[in-house]
């Protein structure tokens, strides 16, 4: 079983709510990932967990913060999002961050913020 | 540094043609490849992987060699499929960079009944 699952699937937000993305895999996974993807874009990279510590942030504004609760969890915190923050947002996990350890997506939740 | 070039699409097919998509790679070391596939409105799904020089990937018949004196990785199909309409993500990713995936733009392919 390769699954990662994604809630909710569709969220749609005013930019002065606060709402979370919720991420979840069962493959006993140690690395765990959120992507931000634009239309007709590939993903880009927003964070890397490795053994539930933050290991890469690549200088996402503060308005996004994520949580690694335990290592089958990934949430990420929305607050005081922007329009252009509209986006799919990809969760991937993988055995740990080695270059041969393939990243499996989920499908992905679609942000619309208003 | 660490780059991944595809060739531009869209690409436009009828059933049963021959498929080429070009993945060409810029890294230092030894990188693994990957081929992604993302259909509409969904998530990334891997389509195959080679982790070390000549390995060939292979699914769903799909094919792709590491061509490391070329640095290469162009994905073939055989006989494609309208099934097979999809946007089509090379990859790589390095260990120094703890895990970091980078992708060619993607290529969009439609295959026409």
């Known amino acids: 079983d390769t699954e990662v699952t994604q809630t909710p699937k569709h969220l749609v937000m005013g930019m002065t709510n606060k709402k979370s993305l919720k991420c979840e895999q069962h493959?006993?996974?140690?690395?765990m990932y959120w992507y931000k993807q634009k239309a007709k874009k590939p993903p880009e990279l927003m964070f890397v967990?490795?053994?539930?510590?933050?290991?890469i942030n690549e200088s996402v504004p503060s308005r996004f913060s994520p949580e690694c609760p335990n290592s089958s969890l990934l949430n990420l915190h929305l607050h005081a999002l922007q329009p252009e923050d509209s986006a799919l947002y990809l969760c991937?996990?993988?055995?740990?961050?080695?270059?041969?350890?393939?990243?499996?997506f989920g499908p992905g939740t679609r942000l619309t913020v208003l | 540094g660490n780059s991944v070039t595809q060739m531009e699409g869209p690409v436009t097919l009828s059933e049963e043609a021959f498929l080429t998509i070009n993945c060409t790679y810029t890294?230092?070391?030894?990188?693994?490849l990957f081929w992604y596939v993302q259909y509409p409105g969904e998530g990334l799904q891997l389509l195959l992987k080679?982790?070390?020089?000549?390995d060939k990937g292979s699914n769903k018949g799909f094919e792709a060699t590491y061509r490391k004196e070329t640095t290469s990785f162009h994905l073939e199909k055989g006989s494609v499929q309208v099934s097979d309409s999809a946007v089509y993500f090379c990859?790589?990713?390095?260990?120094?960079?703890?895990?970091?995936?980078?992708f060619g733009r993607g290529t969009q392919l439609t295959v026409w009944p």
């Open positions: 890294a230092t070391g030894y990188p693994s």
């Open positions: 991937a996990s993988s055995q740990e961050d080695r270059s041969t350890d393939t990243q499996y």
């Open positions: 493959m006993g996974h140690r690395a």
């Open positions: 990859a790589l990713q390095r260990g120094s960079t703890l895990g970091r995936l980078y």
């Open positions: 080679a982790t070390k020089a000549d």
């Open positions: 967990y490795s053994y539930e510590k933050l290991s």
